[in-house]
């Protein structure tokens, strides 16, 4: 297992364990998005955002998002 495949299972793991951490669902946007699996990403933003509202401002929040808007050619949104 590679380091991607590592820190999707550890990032898995802290959400079976705390579903409501807002920032791990982030790292799995993160993770998702280097594996090139966008839609799924996006939904690990969306629940984040389910989780906190706030967390809309956190910068690496934003830069995931708009890296995947980019990627997916939602050149205008990103």
């Known amino acids: 297992m590679g380091s ?3 820190a999707a299972a550890a990032i898995t793991t802290v959400l079976d364990m705390d579903p409501r951490n807002d920032e ?3 790292l ?3 993770i998702r998005s280097k594996k090139r699996e966008f839609e799924a990403a996006l939904s690990s933003l969306q629940e984040a955002i389910s989780l ?3 967390i809309r401002e956190n910068a690496l929040f ?3 998002k708009g890296d995947i808007e980019y990627e997916m ?4 949104t990103a």
């Open 4 to 6: 991607e495949g590592e």
């Open 24 to 26: 791990a669902s982030i």
């Open 28 to 30: 799995q946007a993160m």
């Open 52 to 54: 906190n509202f706030k």
């Open 62 to 64: 934003m830069l995931i």
């Open 73 to 76: 050619g939602d050149y205008v």
